[in-house]
C-alpha cells in the first residue's frame, strides 16, 4: 500500500513539477551543434563603395557573435540607404534569412508604441497629465491615478514580471493567450506600488500594458488595429504583432546558441505585451517608422520633441536611465571613437530568442536597426550599430 501511495505521488508530483519549471527542462535538452555558416555571404552584394565596406563589415560582425542570422537597414535623409542580411532564418530547414526576414524586436516596441502615442497627443485625444481613470474604467483603484508621462517613462512604481500562480511560475515565459488588453492588466491589476508615482524609475514592461489599455480608451479602437491604421499603413511600414492565430510570412525561427551549441527557444506568448515587447519586424520597417519620425511625417517637431525629453522625476532630477517617452534619449559619446558628443534616442530588446538594436542620429538625419534571432544582451551589440552607422554618417 505505501509503495502504491508513493508512486501515485510521483505521478502527480512529477507532471506539476514538470509544467511549473517547464522553461528549465526545455532549456536543458535538444541541444545540436551549431552548423559552420561563419562564412556564408550576405544576401545582397552591393557595387557602391561604401555599402560594399557595409557589406563586408557586417560579415565580420557575423563571425563575431554566432548568432544564426543577423539583419541591419540604414536610413538617411528619410531614404533606406542601404539593408543587408546574413545566415539563416530556419536552421532545421536550411533556410536562408532575406531582407523580408521578420524578428521579434522585444522592448523595442515600446519606441514604436510611442509614435502611436504621439499621434494621440498630437490630436489632443490624450495628455501627458492625463490619468489612467480617464480611459481605462477597469483600472484598480491604484492604477487610477497613474498619469500617461509615469507610465511611459516608467516612473509609475508599476512592478515587472515576477513569479504567478501559473503554468510556467514565471510571467516573462508566459505562454497563455490574452484575448483582450483587459486581460493583460489584470496580471498586475490588483498588485502594489513599488514607490509612490513619479518619485523613482523602476523599468516595467507592464507600464506600456496599461499604456496600450489608455491608448484603446482614447481612440475607440483595439491597439493593434490603431496601431496599423494611424502609425504603419500611414508611413508605408509592415511591423506586426505577434500572435498565435496569426500566421507571419518570412517570421524567423529563435534561437539559443551556448558553446557551439544551438536549439530553438521555449515557445512564449507575447499577447500581454503587445505595446511592450509583442512587435515583430524587419530592419527595414523599423528604419522606415525611423524616418518617418525624424522627417516629421507623422509627427510635427514639436510632438518629436516632447517625446524624446528625458522625464524629470518629482524631486527635479532627470530619471536614473535619462528615459523620455519610449525612448532613452542622451548625449553619447560612444558613437566616434575621440568621444566626439552625439545626440542619440534609442531602444534596445530583448526577446526570447532574439535581441534588437534601434538608434536615431537627429543630427545626421540618420537611423539604423540591427536585429539577430538569438538571445543575447542588447549592450553587447551597440558597438557593432555605431560601426556600420561610421560609414554613413561624419562629424561636421
Aim: include cysteine; hydrophobic fraction near 40%; charged fraction near 20%.
Amino acid at each position: 500500500m505505501k509503495k502504491i501511495c508513493i508512486i501515485s505521488i510521483l505521478v502527480i508530483v512529477i507532471p506539476l513539477l514538470f509544467y511549473l519549471l517547464e522553461p528549465i527542462f526545455v532549456h536543458t535538452s535538444g541541444w545540436s551543434a551549431f552548423p559552420k555558416i561563419t562564412k556564408s555571404q550576405p544576401v545582397v552584394q552591393h557595387q557602391d563603395s561604401i555599402s560594399k565596406k557595409a557589406d563586408s563589415l557586417l560579415q565580420d560582425i557575423f563571425t563575431r557573435i554566432e548568432t544564426p542570422a543577423i539583419s541591419v537597414a540604414v536610413g538617411k535623409n528619410g531614404k533606406i540607404v542601404w539593408a543587408n542580411a546574413i545566415g539563416y532564418e530556419d536552421i532545421e530547414k536550411d533556410k536562408k534569412v532575406s531582407l523580408k526576414t521578420k524578428f521579434r524586436i522585444g522592448s523595442t516596441s515600446k519606441a514604436v508604441t510611442s509614435i502611436g502615442l504621439g499621434v494621440l497627443l498630437q490630436n489632443r485625444k490624450l495628455s501627458f497629465d492625463s490619468k489612467v481613470k480617464e480611459f481605462v474604467p477597469y483600472a484598480s483603484k491604484t492604477l487610477s491615478e497613474i498619469t500617461l508621462r509615469q507610465l511611459a517613462s516608467h516612473t509609475s512604481g508599476i512592478r515587472n514580471y515576477g513569479i504567478c500562480s501559473c503554468f510556467p511560475i514565471w510571467e516573462y515565459y508566459n505562454n497563455d493567450e490574452y484575448a483582450t488588453t483587459k486581460e493583460s492588466v489584470a496580471v498586475f491589476n490588483n498588485d502594489d506600488l513599488l514607490f509612490s508615482p513619479g518619485t523613482d524609475f523602476s523599468y516595467s514592461t507592464y507600464n506600456y500594458t496599461l499604456l496600450s489599455a489608455m491608448i484603446e480608451g482614447a481612440s475607440e479602437m483595439d491597439f493593434p488595429d490603431f496601431m496599423k491604421t494611424s502609425v504603419f499603413n500611414p508611413i508605408g511600414t509592415n511591423i506586426n504583432i505577434e500572435k498565435k492565430s496569426i500566421k507571419i510570412k518570412n517570421l524567423s525561427k529563435f534561437y539559443e546558441v551556448e558553446n557551439n551549441q544551438y536549439k530553438e527557444v521555449y515557445k512564449v506568448n507575447n499577447s500581454n505585451k503587445w505595446a511592450g515587447g509583442g512587435f515583430i519586424a524587419t530592419p527595414t520597417d523599423l528604419v522606415t517608422l525611423g524616418n518617418a519620425f525624424l522627417n516629421h511625417k507623422l509627427l510635427n517637431k514639436r510632438t518629436v520633441q516632447s517625446l524624446t525629453q528625458p522625464v524629470t522625476l518629482t524631486n527635479g532630477q532627470i530619471n536614473e536611465q535619462s528615459y523620455a517617452i519610449g525612448w532613452r534619449s542622451h548625449i553619447s559619446k560612444s558613437v566616434f571613437k575621440d568621444n566626439y558628443p552625439v545626440q542619440v534616442f534609442h531602444h534596445a530588446g530583448m526577446a526570447t530568442g532574439a535581441t534588437s538594436i534601434f538608434v536615431l542620429f537627429p543630427e545626421y538625419n540618420a537611423s539604423i536597426s540591427l536585429l539577430i534571432n538569438k538571445t543575447e544582451p542588447p549592450s553587447t551589440l551597440f558597438k557593432y550599430a555605431y560601426d556600420l552607422i561610421h560609414l554613413f554618417i561624419h562629424k561636421p
